[in-house]
């Protein structure tokens, strides 16, 4: 709905297939918590919601919520209690990985494909265009099998990161006293 070129198909597209993703995980077992990761995503996240809920039974219904969030610190909270995430937004990728949560990315921009193959996850990441609920189920239940291996790797990974930033900034501000 606000991307650049809006594409009604596309958008609705987007919604079902994440809709039916989130109901299949929930028939799977699981807690399902829908979230944005920006203000304008309220209204998808309702409408992805109403589309879920509409797929399963009452009692299924009871494992699936919104989760309205408001500030960075509540979506960190949030992330680091996920088990894995599945997300279309570049920032709800890289913010799920600074707290160590596998995720399944849905790339609708380049940026979004590339932090997954640096991340050495690029199977884990699939073009919107593409994106099947059932194969994408498939993946999320791997990913979940393999929740402690991808987290520590996603761990070393951003460890390195984080020693190459600093190494950058001693080199642009000096090293710390």
Known sequence: RVWPRPDAAR????????AAIAA????????????GTDRPDA???????????AQLTGDERARLRVHAVE??????A????CDAVVAAR?????LAHVVGCPVIAVSHERKV?????ELGHEAYCTPIDELDPAAASARLNEVLADRDGISAHIREVA????????????RVFGAPR
């Not at 996240?45 to 809920?53: K, L, R, S």
């Not at 984080?162 to 001693?170: I, K, L, N, P």
């Open 90 to 94: 570049f920032h709800g990728v890289l």
């Open 159 to 170: 460890a390195e990161y984080r020693r190459r930033v600093d190494a950058q900034f001693d």
């Open 24 to 35: 299949r995980a929930v028939r799977d077992g699981h807690e399902v918590a829908m979230f």
């Open 78 to 81: 949030l992330l680091g209690s």
């Open 113 to 117: 494909a590339t932090l997954m193959t």
């Open 71 to 76: 500030s960075v610190g509540p979506l960190m």
């Open 43 to 53: 209204a998808p996240v309702d409408e992805c919601h109403a589309q879920a809920v």
């Open 11 to 18: 958008y609705a597209r987007h919604l079902s297939t994440m």
